[in-house]
């Protein structure tokens, strides 16, 4: 079995501030994880993955993710915050076994952006 | 290219009526995938196709019948429709849940 917790289901930061979004995962095999990103009335977009090569992960839009086996956690982060990063965000993990073909996501967490 | 479409992408309806939700994708993948938004944004697998074949069916109620007439085509049909059917159900293809999800752009059903 797998599961995934998002930290905080609203996070709010000012224009050009870090952004940290967390996320920790339970699984019994080695995991795959994601992070999806959605904008409102849109269906979700892959930001980036992590399959088991570096555990630091780049993605598009200049968000960023650490693996740590040792936390259990694949928290996202970007340097700067840009207003058109304000959206719903995804952690999601794959395992194997009789779960493999399946995506299990966390309860998503918003993210406000201020000018 | 739309990579995976549904349609419609709003749909509004009485209780007890029957619909359906068409999805297809162009990307060539073998699986393809049905998850329910609630109300709350929380994201729950329904059913999984691989090549035309049913891999996973969580527990979902029999109203819902996924069909795939081929591997780039997974429908969804539901009877009887209830109001807790209100939801975002997505559609979704992978070349295997490890390289992660493409996802259609979401159907909103509204039952009245």
């Known amino acids: 079995a797998q599961s995934v917790t998002q930290l905080g289901s609203h996070v709010s930061v000012s224009e050009g501030a870090l952004v940290l979004l967390r996320c920790n995962y339970s699984s019994s095999v080695p995991p795959y994880l994601f992070w999806y990103v959605q904008y409102p009335n849109q269906g979700l977009q892959l930001l980036l993955k992590?399959?088991?090569?570096?555990?630091l992960v780049k993605g598009i839009n200049g968000f960023e993710a650490e693996f740590k086996k040792s936390e259990t956690s694949f928290h996202l982060t970007k340097p700067s915050a840009h207003m058109s990063d304000a959206a719903e965000y995804f952690c999601a993990v794959s395992g194997s076994g009789t779960s493999y073909g399946k995506l299990t996501f966390g309860q998503g967490t918003i993210l406000t952006v201020h000018p | 290219d739309t990579a995976v479409s549904q349609t419609p992408k709003y749909l509004v309806t009485q209780m007890g009526n029957d619909k359906s939700i068409k999805c297809e994708q162009n990307?060539?993948?073998?699986?393809m995938y049905w998850y329910k938004q609630d109300s709350k944004k929380f994201l729950k697998i329904m059913f999984s196709y691989n090549n035309k074949e049913l891999i996973i069916n969580e527990t979902v109620p029999n109203r819902f019948s996924p069909k795939s007439p081929d591997k780039a085509h997974l429908n969804l049909h539901i009877n009887s429709l209830e109001l807790g059917d209100s939801a975002v159900y997505f559609c979704a293809s992978s070349q295997g849940a490890n390289y992660g999800y493409t996802f259609g752009s979401g159907t909103r059903l509204t039952v009245v």
């Open positions: 990307l060539g993948h073998d699986t």
């Open positions: 992590y399959t088991s090569a570096a555990t």
